[in-house]
C-alpha cells in the first residue's frame, strides 16, 4: 500500500443530505485514506479483476513504494478498442 491519499469516490448526496457545502470540503474529508496500489508490473488482466471486485474506475501504480501514475477504466476501455482495431488489420 501507498501513503499517498487519492480520492476514488466519494458519496456526494450524504454531504448534501447532512447540510455540508461542497465547496468547503476537504481532500481529507473525501479520500479513500488506504488505497490499493498495483505494482508497475501488474497485468491489465489482474488489473480489470481488481477494479472489477472493488468498483474502482482507478488504480494507482507504485514502482518501489512511488506513485508514479494511475491506471483508468478508460485507459483500459481505450487499450482494448486499439487492440481490437489493430488485430483485424
Known sequence: MISVFIKIKMDVLA????????????AQEIMVPDPIAIPISTTLAEAVKIMKDHTFLVLPVEENGLLIGCLTRQNLLQ??????????D
Open 15 to 26: 454531504v448534501l443530505e447532512a447540510g455540508r457545502n461542497v465547496s468547503q470540503l476537504t
Open 79 to 88: 487499450t482494448w478498442v486499439d487492440l481490437g482495431l489493430e488485430q483485424k
